[in-house]
T-cell receptor, first 112, second 114 residues
Framework: GEDVEQSLFLSVREGDSSVINCTYT??????LYWYKQEPGAGLQLLTY?????DMKQDQRLTVLLNKKDKHLSLRIADTQTGDSAIYFC????????????FGSGTRLQVQP | DTAVSQTPKYLVTQMGNDKSIKCEQN?????MYWYKQDSKKFLKIMFS???????INETVPNRFSPKSPDKAHLNLHINSLELGDSAVYFC?????????????FGPGTRLTVT
């Protein structure tokens, strides 16, 4: 079955790097995504990675994928207070169905 | 210029009522979705339409009925509302067969059933 898991909470100091981890069980996952949700807001797509890649970098964001261990991480460099939010990882399969299966979300708190 | 919009943003209603939430996207996407986010922030797919055709219908009570009048709109009608229906409902859209098929989400509709 499909299962995506994340740790619930992460606290870092401003300027440090944040690493948010995610594990998934579905080996047929094709795409893995990271979304950000600020309080009272919708979900903002941050980045995604195709399953045949092991790393993707986009400005302050670095996504690492270990397909063997079914482990995905999001690293935010030079974390700012504006990065405080809930971060969701999600997966989908290339079957036309394309519904996202989400993790439970990691609440990132950035302390000044 | 909003890509995916939902109305209303907030909906407070009593048990037993019938209500609708509307969603529109101006991205030219062919697939639209409804997700439910519960009080613990857990997000789960409810429905998906591709070119006005229902392609995903998860285990959702039949009190929930999606309707897609055209590719740009996907509305959600809920009959006989129950306390457990209180949640935030998100609409999303994507171009299903294009690359990663990234889904873009609306701002959400917070439904409170009293």
């Amino acid at each position: 079955g499909e299962d995506v898991e994340q740790s619930l909470f992460l606290s870092v100091r401003e300027g440090d790097s944040s690493v948010i981890n995610c594990t998934y069980t579905d080996s047929s996952s094709t795409y893995l995504y990271w979304y950000k949700q600020e309080p009272g807001a919708g979900l903002q797509l941050l980045t995604y990675i195709f399953s045949n890649m092991d790393m993707k970098q986009d400005q302050r964001l670095t996504v690492l994928l270990n397909k063997k261990d079914k482990h995905l991480s999001l690293r935010i460099a030079d974390t700012q207070t504006g990065d405080s939010a809930i971060y969701f990882c999600a997966e989908s399969r290339d079957t036309g169905r394309r519904a996202l299966t989400f993790g439970s979300g990691t609440r990132l708190q950035v302390q000044p | 210029d909003t890509a995916v919009s939902q109305t209303p943003k907030y909906l407070v209603t009593q048990m037993g009522n019938d209500k609708s939430i509307k969603c529109e996207q101006n991205l030219g996407h062919d697939t639209m979705y409804w997700y439910k986010q519960d009080s613990k922030k857990f997000l789960k797919i409810m429905f998906s339409y591709n070119n006005k055709e229902l392609i995903i219908n998860e285990t959702v009570p039949n009190r929930f009925s999606p309707k897609s009048p055209d590719k740009a709109h996907l509305n959600l009608h809920i009959n006989s509302l129950e306390l457990g229906d209180s949640a935030v409902y998100f609409c999303a859209s994507s171009q299903a067969q294009a690359g990663a098929g990234e889904q873009y989400f609306g701002p959400g509709t917070r439904l409170t059933v009293t």
